[in-house]
Nanobody, 122 residues
Framework: QVQLVESGGGSVQPGGSLRLSCTAS????????MGWARQAPGKGLEWVAG?????NYARSVEGRFVISRDNAENALYLEIFNLQPEDTAVYYC??????????????????RGQGTQVTVSS
C-alpha cells in the first residue's frame, strides 16, 4: 500500500524558510519520479517541482525552492527560501506512475499525500 506522509509545514513570516519532508512507503521509491504540488485557498492544484533523474521547477518558484530526494531513506524534500504570502498553500508530496513526466503529465500523479499547510504572514 502506497503511503506518502508530509511534514514540516507551519506559519512563518515573509522572508523565512521551511523544509518540507515526505516519507514514502509501499513501493520502490528510487524507481519513480516524485514531485511537490500546492493548492492555495480558493485555487486549483499548482505544480511546484518534480524530480526524477533531474529536478525541474515551476517558473514561479525557481530560485527559491529546492527539491531533493534520498532514495536510501525513501524521503522527498522541498526547501523553501524567502517565503512570500503568495506561497501560502497546502503542499502535497506526490508520486508519478513512472520514472519521469512531461509538461502535459506534470500533474498526473497516481498517489498524493494528505498535505502540509504552509502559511506566510506578518
Amino acid at each position: 500500500q502506497v503511503q506518502l506522509v508530509e511534514s514540516g509545514g507551519g506559519s512563518v513570516q515573509p522572508g523565512g524558510s521551511l523544509r518540507l519532508s515526505c516519507t514514502a512507503s509501499g513501493f520502490t521509491f528510487s524507481n519513480y519520479a516524485m514531485g511537490w504540488a500546492r493548492q492555495a485557498p480558493g485555487k486549483g492544484l499548482e505544480w511546484v517541482a518534480g524530480i526524477g533523474l533531474s529536478a525541474n521547477y515551476a517558473r514561479s518558484v525557481e530560485g527559491r525552492f529546492v527539491i531533493s530526494r534520498d532514495n536510501a531513506e525513501n524521503a522527498l524534500y522541498l526547501e523553501i527560501f524567502n517565503l512570500q504570502p503568495e506561497d501560502t498553500a497546502v503542499y502535497y508530496c506526490a508520486k508519478y506512475p513512472g520514472p519521469s513526466w512531461t509538461t502535459k503529465t506534470k500533474l498526473s500523479y497516481d498517489y498524493r499525500g494528505q498535505g502540509t499547510q504552509v502559511t506566510v504572514s506578518s
